[in-house]
């Protein structure tokens, strides 16, 4: 168990360093890239999905408390401005920068 757990940390060493300074440990880095590869994905689509839900809500929170106290609220009603807000707010979210950042890491 304690190489595996070491394979992970060596897979963070270039090849050349692994040689230097891990010589003593018969690890195969193999399997430690692999487990290491699944939790960055599997981190990188949590943290996409969380800050997802948590940017739909205050952004969809702040349409709609901007058109009541504009005293607009009847506009709510209508399917078209929820999907419409909802699709801008999507796109929105999709543009931001850390987005952009976890959707290269986890793809």
Do not use: W
């Amino acid at each position: 168990m304690l190489t595996f757990l070491l394979s992970i940390v060596f897979t963070l060493f270039p090849e050349r360093y692994r040689h230097r300074i891990f010589a003593q440990y018969d690890v195969r880095v193999q399997n430690g890239s692999l487990v290491s590869g699944l939790v960055e994905v599997l981190a990188c689509i949590s943290v996409f999905f969380v800050r997802y839900f948590s940017f739909m809500q205050y952004r969809l929170g702040g349409i709609a408390t901007t058109a009541i106290k504009k005293g607009t609220e009847e506009s709510l009603r209508v399917a078209r401005v929820q999907f419409g807000a909802g699709t801008v707010s999507t796109f929105e979210y999709l543009l931001q920068p850390l987005t952009m950042v976890l959707v290269y890491f986890h793809v």
